[in-house]
Structure formats: structure tokens, C-alpha cells
């Protein structure tokens, strides 16, 4: 790559540069940035990797910058005020929204890693047209304002954990010919600005919306989802240090990383034909958390083969991923809820060595404490 462009570099006048799917590897050299005539750069499915070189941004011409289904992670892009299309789709950006100027007119971040919400200057880009955040991570209240500027005619940001309450009366542009909301934790009535027509598709899926359509979960589940969504963006404004720990709660309280009802049935694996007296489950919880809590901080996805906790007098017992217990419940999908009681929305799965478990999603608030969801 470096001999490469250092050739092509020797072309200062070029402003067109196609390079797609050639077969490309390698980080992208910033030398780059010596075609300083550059308007657009296409150098979409090859394999570059690393970042996106920040002497890219001294480009100031540059009007289309498409990267997709590459390996890059991103840089600042706002320097690149006259940028009108980025697409970026499929890569490993994240996890935080890149800077962006605001003369963009289509903006394709899908299948990457953003998690973080969507910011509000997104809202200013008077010019956009085509927007899809569709497959990321993306936490926090959808901006509405984003159905209603004044070019939109297409939005895509399905398969995210995006929430907030949608209404009926939802201002949106009459233009509009593509949305799709699907897979994200929207409760409330799907805009009626928004209702299907021969000119307009709209997608509701996998929400808790109020429709009278299928394919929508239950209230409590977007609910539970918008409680952790709450404490990770409440945490997020505390001191950097609390992250890591605010990442810990909101991935803990989805789900139930100690699943009780397996402690019990390794407990009476392990001790048959025992009438030793066995320590309650809130004595295993209590022992465990002092064990777990430094490595829960620090990853909320952890995830160990069975402990071994014989010093504590405990029962062999194994923690699970989200990962698995999402694989285990099919994304809890609504066939797999069992019931709510006062500790949560119980369901039912299956693990990938045949076992049947109940997965509890405990029911959290901000007030509780580090202990309490331990």
C-alpha cells in the first residue's frame, strides 16, 4: 500500500480515485493527503485496516469519502466541511459517533461498532438525505428531528437499543419515502405521518409499540431495556473513572449474569445423596459478589468457565455472557417469556449443551445500589 500510493500521489491534479475491490491491504498511508485535488475517493471493499489517516482532513475539497466493507476504525472527519457523502458501512468504527461536518447529504454508518447515542448535531445537517445507522450499538433516545428535516427521504436505524416513547402526532417531511425503526426499544404509537403508502415504506418490528400488529414485545421488555439505558447515559456524565462500572450495571441488569436457578441445580448435582446443610442462595450471592465484582467492573460481558470456589465452601458454579443468554432465548423473543414477577420478566431458554434454564431479567433502578445488583 505505501509504494502504491506513493506512486499515485505523483498524480496532484487527480480528483476522481476509484480503487474497489482490488484486493488492497494494509493501513492507508497519510500520504494520501498530497492529492490535494481530490473530490471523491472510493476505495470500498478491499481489506484496510487501522485508522483513517488524519492528514486526510487537510483535503478540504474532498466531497465523497467511501470506505465500506473494509477494516477501518475512524478519526476526526470534521475538518472535512465540504464532505457531502460518507459511507463508512461495514468496518469496525466505534465506539463513538465520528465528528462529522454538517453539508452532508447521504451518511451510511450501518454494520459497524457504535454504541454511544446518537448526537444532536446530527440534526443540523439541513442537506441529508439518506441516513442509515442501521446494525450498530447505538444507546439513548432517537432525536425525532431526525424524521423531519427538510431532505430526509430515507432513515434506517434498525437493530440498535435505541429508546424513547413515539407518538402519534410526530412531525416528520412529507417526502420521506424509507423508515425503518425496527429491532430498537420504541414504545408509545407509531407516527401517523409515518403510515404506509404506494410512496412511503415504514418498519415497525421488535419494538414495543402500541399498533395492533405482530412482531412487537411485550411493555416491560422495552421498559427493563430503557432502565439500563438510563443508568449507563446517567453514569456516563459522572467521572471517567465510573465507566467502566456503568458498563457493568447496564450490561448486568439485562439480564441476570448469576442464574439462580442453575446454582440450585449444580448444587443438587454435586450433593445427591447429601443432608448437609447447604448455604442459602443469598449466602452464595453475597460470597460470589466478593469475588466478582473487581472483574464485573471491569467487563460487563464476562464470562468464565466453572469457578471452582471450594475455599468459600461453595459449590462449582459457571457465570454466562449476554451473548449466550441471547442465543439461549432467541434474543428473548416473546415465545420464550414466562411470566413477570415482583424481581422481573422471567423466560425460558435452552443452552448450547441441551440444558433447559429460566434466565430472570432483574428489574433495576437508578437509586440501587453496586451491591444490590451484585
Known sequence: MDSFVKALVKLSDLKVLTL???????????????????????????????????????????????????????????????LQELDLEDNAFGPRFPRLGNKLVRLVLGKNRFRFGI????????QLEWLDLSFNRFVGPFPPSLLSLPSITYTNIADNKLTGMLFENTSCNVEIEFVDLSSNFFT??????????????????????????????????????ALAVGILL??????????????????????????LGLVVTFVR???????????????????????????????????????????????????????????ATNNFDTTAFMGEGS????????????TFVAIRCLKMKKSHSTQRFT
Not at 119 to 126: A, D, N, Q, T
Not at 199 to 219: F, M, T, W
Request: hydrophobic fraction near 30%; proline fraction near 6%.
Open 20 to 82: 474497489v475491490s482490488l484486493g488492497l491491504w494494509g493501513p492507508l498511508p497519510g500520504k494520501v493527503s498530497r492529492l490535494v485535488s481530490l473530490e471523491i475517493l472510493n476505495m470500498s471493499s478491499n481489506s484496510l485496516y487501522g485508522t483513517i489517516p488524519r492528514e486526510l482532513s487537510s483535503v478540504t475539497g474532498l466531497q465523497t469519502l467511501v470506505l465500506d466493507d473494509n477494516m477501518f476504525s475512524v478519526p476526526d472527519l470534521s475538518s472535512l466541511t465540504n
Open 269 to 327: 448435582r454435586s450433593n445427591p445423596d447429601k443432608t448437609t446443610k447447604k448455604p442459602t442462595t443469598r449466602l452464595i450471592v453475597e460470597k460470589a459478589s466478593t469475588v466478582y465484582t473487581s472483574k464485573l467492573r471491569s467487563d460487563a460481558r464476562y464470562m468464565s468457565q466453572t469457578t471452582n470456589l471450594g475455599a468459600l465452601g461453595l459449590p462449582a458454579y459457571q457465570t454466562f455472557s449476554l451473548e449466550e443468554l441471547e442465543i
Open 343 to 354: 424481581q422481573g420478566q422471567m423466560y425460558r431458554g435452552r443452552l448450547k449443551d441441551g
Open 188 to 225: 408509545g404509537q407509531s407516527p401517523s405521518c409515518l403510515s404506509d403508502s404506494k410512496d412511503r415504506v415504514s418498519l415497525y418490528a421488535r419494538n414495543c409499540l402500541a399498533i395492533g400488529k405482530e412482531n412487537q414485545h411485550p411493555l416491560p421488555f422495552c421498559d427493563n431495556e
Open 119 to 126: 448526537p444532536s448535531e446530527l440534526s443540523s445537517c439541513y
Open 234 to 259: 446517567h453514569d456516563k456524565k459522572s467521572k471517567t473513572s465510573k465507566v467502566p462500572l456503568a458498563m457493568a450495571i447496564t450490561g448486568g441488569i439485562l439480564v441476570g449474569i448469576v442464574v
